[in-house]
C-alpha cells in the first residue's frame, strides 16, 4: 500500500508540472459552469439546489476521463519507464492501484473547485446541502468508475487515440445502459436483457446520489465496478507490458 | 560460494521467432560480465527477463537466490537495473526522481537524503540536482539511469549499455566506477564496444541470434585471434553464414 501511494504521489506530481491538469481543469470548469447556467437553466428554474450541474457532469467526464486514462499506460509505454518502474521492487498491483489513485484524486481536485457553485446556491436560496454532498459523492463514484475502466483500456493498446476512443465508447455503453430508449428498446423484445443493463447502467446509480439517497447496493456496485477494472487492469499489463 | 546471479536454459520466443534460445549463466561476486553480441542478437531481451520484466517462455533466472518469476519483489530489491536508453520521468527533477525511485526502495528521511547524495556524488549529478531531467544533455540523463541503478547499494548491477552517448571523458568515469565497485558486486553490463570489455570486463559472453557462442576471459579470447574485434566478427558472422 506504501509503494501505492509513492506512485500516486510521483503521477499527482506529474500532472501539475505539465500542462495536462491546467488545461483539463480549465476546461471542466468552463464546461460545467456553461452548461449549468444556459442549458441546465440554473437561475429560471427557481429552485436552489444543483441537480442542473449534477445531470451535466457524467456527460462531461465521459469524454474528459478517457482524455486522462489515455495517456496512463502509453505515456509509460513511449517514454520506456514502464521498464523502470515494473523492475521497482513494488508489486505490479501497487503500480495499477498507485496510477489509479493518483487519476481519481485529480479528478477530486477538479470537482472540488466547482465549489463556487455551491456558495452561489446558498446565498440565493437555502438548499439541501446534504443532498449536495451526495451529488458530489455520486460524481466521484463516476469518476472513478470510467477512470478504472479507461485504465484498463489504456493498458490494452500502446496507440493513444485507440484508448481514448474505446474508453469513450466503452464509458458510453455504461451510461447509456439505464437510458429510456435502450430499455424500452430491450424490454419490448428481451425483457430479462432490459433488467440486466438497467442494473449495469452508471447513469441509474448515480440518479440515487442526486437525489440525496446514498444505499450501500450503489456503494457495492461503483466499489466492485472499480475493483474489477484494476483487476482486469493489471492481468492486462502483466500480458502486455512488455509489447 | 553461490552465484548472486543464476541463469539456467533461459528462452523467450515471440510470435515467429526465437529471441533468447536456451541460454545458461551464472555471475559470482566480483564478476564483471561483459555481454556481446550484434544488435538484434537478443541482449536486452536477456536483461529484460532477468531483471523481472519479462516473463521468459521457458527456463529460469534468479537474482540472489530469488527466482525473478516466482518472488519478484524479493529478487528486483537486490537489484540495480539500467533499462535500454537509461528512461526516466522527463518533467521530474534529478533529485525528486532519485528521491522517488529511494522512497519505493523503502529509504525515507535522512536516509533517503544521504542515499539520493552519495547516487549522484558517485555520478557528478549534484550541479544539475534541481533541473528537470527534460532539459538534460543525453549524457546526463544517462548517468541518471546510472544513479538510480547505485543508490540502494545493490549486490546485483544489470546495465544495458551504460555507456552508451557518453562522452570520452564521462565514458572513462563510468568505467573507473564499475571498477571500483566490482569486488563486492556481480555486475553485467552490455555494450558494442569492444574495448570496453578489455578495459572493464573479467569476463564475456558472446551471443548471436540469441544463442551463446562464447564465455571465456577476454584475455583468452584476445589469444584465439589477433584482437577483439576479429574474434567477434568471425564468432558473429560465421554464426550468421551457417
Known amino acids: ?243 | 560460494m553461490a552465484a548472486l546471479i543464476e541463469i539456467e536454459r533461459l528462452t523467450k520466443r515471440f510470435a515467429g521467432f526465437t529471441a533468447v534460445d536456451d541460454i545458461s549463466f551464472s555471475v559470482a561476486r566480483g564478476e564483471v560480465l561483459g555481454f556481446l553480441g550484434p544488435n538484434g542478437a537478443g541482449k536486452s531481451t536477456t536483461m529484460r527477463m532477468l531483471a523481472g520484466f519479462m516473463p521468459p517462455t521457458a527456463g529460469t533466472a534468479s537474482i540472489c537466490g530469488a527466482d525473478v518469476v516466482d518472488q519478484p519483489v524479493r529478487a528486483k530489491r537486490n537489484l540495480g537495473f539500467l533499462p535500454e536508453g537509461a528512461p526516466t520521468y522527463p518533467e521530474m527533477t534529478v533529485a525528486g526522481f532519485l528521491a522517488f525511485t529511494g522512497r519505493i526502495r523503502g529509504f525515507r528521511g535522512s536516509e533517503l537524503a544521504d542515499r539520493t547524495d552519495h547516487a549522484m556524488a558517485l555520478t557528478q549529478l549534484e550541479g544539475v540536482r534541481l533541473q528537470p531531467i527534460e532539459t538534460l544533455s543525453k549524457g546526463f540523463k544517462r548517468r541518471v539511469g546510472l544513479a538510480q541503478a547505485l543508490l540502494h547499494d545493490p549486490p546485483v548491477l544489470v546495465l544495458d549499455e551504460p555507456t552508451d552517448g557518453l562522452d570520452p571523458n564521462q565514458k572513462h568515469e563510468v568505467r573507473e566506477l564499475i571498477r571500483r565497485m566490482a569486488p563486492e558486486k556481480a555486475i553485467v553490463i552490455s555494450t558494442h564496444i569492444l574495448e570496453e570489455v578489455g578495459a572493464v570486463c573479467t569476463r564475456a559472453i558472446i551471443i548471436a541470434r540469441g544463442r551463446l557462442v562464447v564465455d571465456a576471459p577476454p584475455s583468452v579470447l584476445e589469444e584465439q585471434g589477433s584482437s577483439l574485434d576479429d574474434v567477434f566478427r568471425r564468432l558473429t558472422l560465421g554464426q550468421e553464414a551457417a
Open chain 1, 1 to 243: 500500500m506504501r509503494a501505492a501511494l509513492i506512485v500516486a504521489r510521483r503521477e499527482l506530481s506529474g500532472y501539475f508540472a505539465t500542462p495536462v491538469a491546467t488545461v483539463f481543469i480549465v476546461i471542466f470548469l468552463v464546461l460545467a459552469g456553461a452548461l449549468t447556467f444556459t442549458l441546465g437553466n440554473f437561475f429560471d428554474r427557481g429552485q436552489a439546489d444543483l441537480i442542473p450541474f449534477f445531470s451535466f457532469v457524467p456527460w462531461l467526464f465521459l469524454f474528459l476521463v478517457p482524455a486522462l486514462t489515455m495517456r496512463l499506460w502509453a505515456e509509460e509505454r513511449r517514454l520506456g519507464t514502464i521498464e523502470l518502474l515494473l523492475t521497482l521492487p513494488l508489486p505490479q498491483w501497487a503500480a495499477v492501484l498507485g496510477k489509479f489513485l493518483a487519476a481519481w484524486a485529480f479528478c477530486g481536485i477538479a470537482l472540488a473547485l466547482t465549489f463556487p457553485l455551491v456558495i452561489t446556491v446558498n446565498i440565493l436560496g437555502s438548499p439541501d446541502n446534504g443532498v449536495i454532498l451526495s451529488g458530489y459523492v455520486g460524481c466521484l463514484l463516476v469518476a472513478g468508475a470510467y477512470l478504472a475502466l479507461g485504465a484498463a483500456v489504456s493498458a490494452l493498446t500502446r496507440n493513444q487515440v485507440i484508448a481514448f476512443v474505446l474508453a469513450v465508447a466503452l464509458c458510453f455503453l455504461f451510461a447509456a445502459a439505464g437510458s429510456p430508449v435502450v430499455t424500452e428498446f430491450l424490454n419490448t423484445r428481451l425483457p430479462v436483457l432490459a433488467e440486466i443493463a438497467r442494473g449495469l447502467s452508471v447513469a441509474d446509480r448515480f440518479g440515487g446520489f442526486t437525489r440525496g439517497v446514498i444505499a450501500a447496493r450503489d456503494i457495492i456496485y461503483f466499489a466492485s465496478f472499480i475493483g474489477f477494472f484494476l483487476f482486469v487492469n493489471a492481468v492486462v499489463l502483466d500480458h502486455r507490458k512488455a509489447d
